[in-house]
């Protein structure tokens, strides 16, 4: 079964640090995701991307955060200079159509 | 806000007995999903209900959907140890081009 593949697993980067976190979504999929889980709450929305641009993004996602499809098969998330609170679960996901969407197993980025 | 509400938030129960968890949400949907984690991992994908569905079944997951109380339930029947984690709802509202999680309900299940 297609997967979504997130690189690394796990994170470890001084405050102020930029970080990249990699996703290979599955390959016909057109929509992108990236969502956020901070320790023991809920899963956030942060960004959709879609036909190479941002569709939506929370208040979350603020000018730290970017996100790029280089190569047509990576979809990354950039983290300019990175916070205590940026500590989390990040995952990524895609799906086509309005079904099926599929999750990566996540990056848990720790920021100290 | 179109977020799911999920009751209860911790759920304790023994092996062998079964599991309801409930979900509400605010706005019309397209489908309302359901996930597991396990503590720490990922989010691993158990059942999607369409909007004109009102109940669906996967092994021993039943899930119910009530448009007109814009409420979901999941049911794990026969529970095990191995069910032990936290489940999501999680809603893909009409209009929205993502989904919403719940607050997700911790469940533990006791040999």
């Known amino acids: 079964e297609p997967e979504v593949t997130q690189t690394p697993s796990h994170q470890v980067t001084q405050m102020g640090q930029e970080v990249i976190l990699r996703c290979v979504p599955i390959?016909?999929?057109?929509?992108f995701y990236w969502y956020r889980q901070i320790l023991g709450q809920k899963v956030e929305f942060l960004v959709s991307?879609?036909?190479?641009?941002?569709?939506?993004k929370s208040e979350i996602f603020d000018d730290q955060f970017s996100v790029e499809r280089p190569d047509g098969s990576n979809f990354t998330l950039k983290i300019r200079s990175t916070k205590l609170e940026d500590s989390a679960m990040y995952f990524c996901a895609s799906r086509t159509g309005h079904y099926g969407y599929t999750f990566g197993s996540g990056t848990r980025l720790t920021v100290v | 806000s179109q977020q799911g509400e999920e009751d209860p938030q911790a759920l304790s129960i023994q092996e062998g007995e079964n599991a309801t968890m409930n979900c509400s949400y605010k706005t019309s949907i397209n489908n309302l999903q359901w996930y597991r984690q396990n503590s720490g991992r990922g989010l691993v994908h158990l059942i999607l209900?369409?909007?004109?569905?009102r109940e669906k079944h996967s092994g021993r997951l039943r899930v119910t959907l009530d448009t007109s109380k814009k409420s979901s339930s999941l049911l794990i029947t026969a529970s095990r140890a191995a069910d032990t984690a936290s489940y999501f709802c999680a809603t893909d509202a009409q209009g929205a081009q993502k989904l919403v999680f719940g607050q997700g309900t911790r469940l533990t299940i006791n040999p």
């Open positions: 209900i369409r909007s004109n569905e």
């Open positions: 390959s016909n999929h057109l929509y």
């Open positions: 991307f879609y036909n190479n641009e941002i569709s939506e």
